[in-house]
């Protein structure tokens, strides 16, 4: 049976929402012309269960009627045709056809070669990857000469901080932030260690999950040399205001690498305007293949030496791309960051933000749920992680998992941001991610599950 047609019982304990075939009923929220969304309870007229129905169903009403527009995007993603509702993307997307073509039609060509060479299946493969790198180049708002591709965001920024380790001495400092995930701290910590150098995290609230800029600006001085900051927290969903922070490090002459990894998916970038000097993302997250995406500025093309074989080029930017690049993966990133620049990431931004209004306001409903970080949609991901209580994470996403519904539990890697909202000893958190092929069916999905574990 659709879910679509199930009631939902909401908590079951004092109210219920029902989704249903539009009717002329009094207190329902109509969703174009076939549905409604009902919600009531069995203490109607109290006056706090009262306002609570009206904004569960107007969240989900508005969901439904931004799915119905948009529900024809699905049809570009076939990993959806299983009926999973899929809460991962903060893991890790589905694949968009294009960049499942893109890959598909490399390997079935004889264009499969190395690059750099003197024929022309090569010569194939090097325009292929140049065509990728202006793609991403446009996607982020930077020029491709400084695109660099890798295995994975973590991997680049590895050798980001292997390269940059060469440069630091002791006295030195590198400013990170208990927001980011542990990619953006533990390889600057590896690399301050080794070169006698000291690594400072900026606090934020674990209140209201925000990160204050002056928090982080209070640990910039003049012997910072670098601020490693998110761009948007992959637990959170919190997106930090960058602007502030990038200026304050740029006067004391330090460099700024954004993690966009969780903010590329769902915000417009530009690099030239935001003003960082690095930026790394992973195309996995944004329909693309498995890989991962840095961008230098190009001072620090000519300031860093990356650590590489002899007979590898000198130049940026493959001097970054240590041995054989995985060249049907950048076949796919190419494709999969032009998906986004026909599609939109305003508009997949404005689609995510109508289906996380039922999602936020459907948890923030639930008295058995606390729901971490911001309790609002502003300057945030479509991302939200909870706790249900008396539930494990682990047994949350367990009974997600049997009602087809894939969401994720743990510290997400994000293990300062766990540990300052106190969770690291309780298994972190449970957490629901949108993506652009996200709809109001996989909310009422979820939210009936959630309700479901008092
Ligand atoms: C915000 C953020 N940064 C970094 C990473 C690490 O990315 P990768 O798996 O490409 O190394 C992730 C992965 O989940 C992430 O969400």
Redesign the pocket.
């Known amino acids: 049976m659709s879910p679509l047609r199930q009631t939902e019982r909401f908590p079951a304990r004092c109210l219920f929402l029902r989704i249903e075939p539009a009717t002329t009923r009094v207190g329902s929220v109509h969703v174009g012309t076939s549905l409604s969304v009902v919600a009531g309870s069995n203490r109607d007229g109290h006056p706090a269960i009262e306002s609570r129905k009206s904004r569960i169903a107007e969240g989900l009403a508005t969901g439904l009627v931004a799915a119905s527009h948009d529900r024809v995007m699905r049809h570009r993603f076939p990993g959806l045709a299983d009926g999973w509702a899929r809460f991962d993307g ?3 997307t589905q694949m968009v056809d294009a960049a499942i073509d893109a890959i598909a039609g490399y390997l079935r060509t004889g264009d499969v070669a190395n690059g750099g060479g003197r024929f022309t299946a090569s010569q194939a493969t090097g325009t292929l990857a140049a065509s990728a790198r202006a793609s991403v180049g446009r996607l982020l708002g930077a020029d491709p000469g400084g695109v660099v591709f890798g ?7 590895f050798a980001l901080t292997r390269a940059i380790g060469r440069t630091l001495g002791a006295g030195d400092e590198i400013v990170g932030t208990r927001l ?2 542990d ?2 701290i533990t390889p600057w910590r590896i690399a301050t260690q080794e070169a006698g150098a000291a690594m400072r995290l900026a606090p934020f609230d674990p209140a209201t999950g925000r990160l204050d800029p002056a928090a982080v600006i209070d640990c910039i001085g003049p012997r910072t040399r670098w601020v490693a900051i ?5 637990v959170l969903g919190t997106i930090p205001d960058l602007a502030p922070v990038i200026a304050a490090a740029h006067t004391q002459d330090a460099n700024v690498l954004v ?1 966009a ?2 903010l590329v998916p769902h915000r417009p970038i530009d690099v030239a305007r935001l003003d960082c000097d690095a930026i ?1 993302t ?1 195309a ?2 944004w329909y693309g293949p ?1 890989a ?1 995406v840095l961008w230098l500025s190009e001072r620090l093309r000519d300031e860093l030496s990356p650590y590489k074989v002899r007979p590898a080029p000198d130049s940026s930017p493959s001097c970054w791309e240590t041995g054989t690049p995985a060249y049907e993966a950048i076949a796919g990133v190419g494709a999969a960051a032009d998906f986004l620049l026909e599609t939109g990431v305003d508009r997949i931004a404005a689609h995510e933000r109508e289906i996380f209004a039922g999602l936020l306001e459907g948890l923030l409903g639930l008295d058995h749920v606390r729901v971490l970080g911001p309790a609002t949609s502003e300057a945030r991901a479509p991302t939200v992680s909870f706790t249900v209580r008396g539930r494990h994470p682990d047994e949350v996403v367990d009974a997600l998992a049997a009602a087809r519904v894939a969401g994720w539990s743990g510290s ?3 293990v300062e941001a766990v540990e300052a909202l106190g969770l690291a000893a309780s298994g972190g958190t449970v957490r629901a991610g949108l993506s652009c092929y996200s709809d109001a069916e996989d909310v009422a999905r979820l939210l009936a599950v959630v309700s479901d574990l008092r």
């Open positions: 903060p893991a890790g295995a994975n965001m973590t991997t680049l920024v980011d995930h990619a953006n998110t761009g948007a927290s992959n993690d990894v969780h790394v992973s996995y997250k498995h991962g997400h890697y994000a």
